[in-house]
């Protein structure tokens, strides 16, 4: 169980500052998910009309901007925008702060449009999107299999309008994108209409590009170089415990609201001084900012928030009432807080970190005496999820009912349990995440369990999961939440 803590430690990144140039985006493209027939009843087409699907490019079509954001008609969504920035084949998660345009990102998290050794490959198969004819093409590893893809999207090569060259910069195809689609024929997005743009952003995409490409080459390999590569990053005093400054986020704080569209209204502000939290002499050697003045932001501008929304009628005085209070707990957990001071949890996490370093550094070196190490080798992100999960957990108690008193109690019959998502994707790796979870308490029980194998899958699937998050709907993002924290 201890050595599952060091992913706190791979977890760990910095957020980078985007700025110097400005980028201008001044053709927006309008998309909207439609449910299928074979998806109807299964989706909601009422709550996918909440939800705004923008892709902006700019004037020479080598810069693209991904933005996804509920509508005003959905005042009550739980999560905010999620915006993308796309440039020579890379698709990089920024957040955007709304006053001055300025951008921030974070290395880990961005990632190829087209892989290498995949291509974008022209299937035999035609389509009509809203009387507009369009030829459909794919992302396959092997283009000699055309029917191995997951998405494919219909492009009207024929249209003056063209925004499928910033999407895919290398394939030489231009055209209007008219449609994505998966190969589940539940929902697809299309295209509804244009309008040009003026929305400038300060961010230098050659640097950010750079940047990644130097995170990726040195991305670390195993455990123990990530806690030494955490250890030599050139932070200031009491840098390893800045997810635990509740200015960093609210779930490091007092509180927790009872009202759950209430979170919504003051993410943004948390985006902010998340952001800025890097920024500051406390934990950057390079930092010109003070953690005292960004804390003197936070309290105003929630208090300012908190009487913004109430005098605009947008929260009741009961949502009034239990803002406030969350604000005022929040505001005492940041004036207390000290930078230098090493949590008790991650106190725990990093004396775990560092057993776990020894012992993968032992390991390289043993003797024969100790050959029953096994070298780590990283080998999750290789592994393919099946949509039938297969847990060992199933297996020990089909004839042994005595052998679930080893594990939680959701784990009987979990696949019963497991919420019934809008995305597929996020039901199948919830179910094998936390069903592996209940594998790896069997393993020093007797159970048949491949240790090493479970942990990959809980990595893959835990890394799935964060990459669907942004793009989850409200009513899942909701579901999620409730589900994790009603496990025992």
């Known amino acids: 169980m201890k050595k599952i803590m060091c992913f706190a430690v791979l977890a760990f990144t910095t957020a980078a500052f985007a700025q110097n140039k400005t980028v201008e985006f001044v053709k927006k493209y309008k998309y909207q998910i439609e449910v299928l027939d074979a998806g109807k009843g299964i989706y909601d087409q009422g709550e996918y009309d909440k939800v705004a699907y923008d892709h902006y490019v700019s004037k020479n079509n080598k810069e693209g901007l991904l933005s996804f954001y509920y509508t005003e008609n959905a005042v009550n969504a739980y999560s905010g925008e999620s915006n993308f920035y796309m440039k020579n084949n890379w698709i990089i998660p920024i957040t955007v702060n709304g006053l001055s345009k300025t951008t921030s990102y974070t290395e880990y998290s961005a990632s190829n449009v087209i892989d290498e050794g995949s291509s974008l490959t022209k299937l035999d198969r035609k389509g009509v999107i809203n009387g507009l004819s369009c030829q459909y093409y794919a992302i396959l590893n092997d283009a000699a299999n055309k029917d191995s893809y997951t998405y494919c999207f219909c492009i009207d090569e024929s249209n003056k309008q063209n925004n499928a060259e910033s999407i895919f910069p290398e394939s030489k195809v231009k055209g209007l994108v008219l449609s994505l689609e998966t190969s589940d024929p539940y929902y697809r997005l299309v295209y509804k209409s244009s309008e040009t743009a003026n929305v400038k952003l300060d961010l230098d995409g050659d640097k950010i590009i750079a940047d990644i490409k130097t995170y990726k080459e040195n991305e670390p390999t195993d455990y123990a170089t990530a806690v030494d590569s955490v250890a030599a990053y050139p932070y200031g005093e009491g840098a390893e415990n800045i997810y635990a ?147 060992a957990y199933d297996l020990d108690t089909e004839n042994n009912d005595a052998v679930k008193q080893y594990a939680p109690d959701y784990c009987d019959d979990l696949q019963k349990k497991i919420p019934n998502f809008q995305s597929k994707e996020l039901k199948k790796h919830v179910h094998n995440l936390t069903g592996q979870i209940c594998d790896l308490y069997l393993y020093n029980n007797g159970g048949n369990v491949d240790y090493f194998g479970t942990i990959n899958q809980m990595r893959k699937s835990y890394l799935e999961i964060e990459k669907l998050r942004s793009s989850l709907s409200q009513k899942d993002q909701k579901s999620l939440l409730e589900f994790l924290k009603s496990l025992d």
């Open 245 to 391: 400054d509740p200015l960093y986020s609210y779930t490091n704080g007092n509180g927790e609201l009872t009202d759950y569209n209430l979170y919504n209204y003051f993410s943004p502000i948390y985006s902010i001084t998340s952001t800025a939290l890097y920024n500051t002499k406390e934990y950057s050697a390079e930092g010109t900012i003070k953690r005292e003045n960004l804390a003197k932001f936070f309290e105003k501008e929630s208090k300012s928030l908190v009487k913004n929304l109430a005098s605009s009628k947008v929260i009741d005085a009961n949502q009034k009432k239990e803002l406030q209070k969350f604000f005022k707990e929040q505001v005492k957990s940041v004036k207390e807080y000290k930078p230098g001071q090493v949590s008790e949890d991650y106190a725990t996490a990093a004396v775990v970190a560092t057993d776990y370093a020894t012992a993968a550094d032992d390991a390289t070196y043993a003797t024969d005496s100790y050959d029953y190490y096994t070298k780590y080798q990283s080998a999750y992100n290789d592994i393919k999820v099946e949509d039938k999960i297969s847990l």
